[in-house]
């Protein structure tokens, strides 16, 4: 079994696969998804940076790089954002939005692993995953190497999708996202199989409070945790 394979929640289909077909209408569909609410979140994450001369980001699994370009328009050229994923069409629709916006100077792209960076020890000032965590089941792995390429002091962030705590709340969430996402996915770009897998990864994932134990466990310090939508969205940041 190819590693790629190793991460899918089981299904047919591997995380490559399901990222590189819905890639033309990853950004309409989690507007969609999220009610226009993503870009808020995402907002929390480019909120939570300092701007200095040279300030150094890396966007892991960066997709279509929305948060990318919004952390590049935080930077205002005072530094640079590497944008990292593995699928080849999500970052072929990033490349063309980061253009448009004549960003491409601040902002470089590369198609990678988020398990084996390939970058030195100590680069970075913020390191960044939104939304992907969750899809990668070797996640310490991840926050390894999350560490790794941090500075010292530097932040790393998470922003991801959880199960909620609230009984009752919790069960219509996953309703709509077992029930509701998967048929409308399907209605709308013929997609029914991509988006059945979504619930799944949630149900898979870690809880908010075992990924705050995580990073105490890598050793990070200050950490914070900030809950949004009743526990259905939160965002983790700490200091190496
Ligand atoms: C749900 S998208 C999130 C994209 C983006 N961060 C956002 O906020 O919209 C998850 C992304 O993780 C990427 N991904 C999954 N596993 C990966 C890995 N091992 N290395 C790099 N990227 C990965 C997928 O290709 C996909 O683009």
Redesign the pocket.
Known sequence: MSKDNK?SPSESLT??TI?NNIAPHYGLM?KIMSLGLDKLW?QKVVDLVRVEPETNILDL????C??TIMLAKKLKNEGQVIG????AK?LEIGKAKIAKQNLSSVIKLIQ????KLPFAAQEFDYVVI???LR??SEREQVLREMKRVLKTDGTIITLDIFRSNLWGYRQLVMFYFKQVIPHLAKLIFNQYQEYNWLPRSIEEFITIEELALKLEEFDLKEIKVEKMMGGVVALHHAKK
């Open positions: 991460q995380i490559k990222f989690n995402r699994a960066c997709g279509t929305d948060l990292l994923d593995y699928s999500m990678g692993d988020a398990r939104a939304f992907a899809n990668i």
